[in-house]
């Protein structure tokens, strides 16, 4: 599974944004997903603690 996540800005364990499509070309060639330009807010799965995410703050997570 690959996805986008970010990286909590509190705990700094992963916030999983979304999930990258099945094909082949989804998983070598990625493409960003779109991300408000006010930002994404997410709550940590971890520690529950809410921040407003960038587009630049993505990453790509491959595993
Ligand atoms: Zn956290």
Do not use: H
């Amino acid at each position: 599974m690959a996805r986008w996540v970010f990286t909590c800005k509190n705990c700094f364990r992963i916030v999983p944004y979304t999930e990258i499509g099945r094909t082949l070309m989804d998983y070598f060639f990625p493409t960003k997903p779109k991300v408000p330009s006010e930002g994404q807010r997410l709550e940590c799965p971890q520690c529950k603690t809410k921040y407003v995410y960038q587009q630049t703050e993505l990453w790509y997570e491959r595993n």
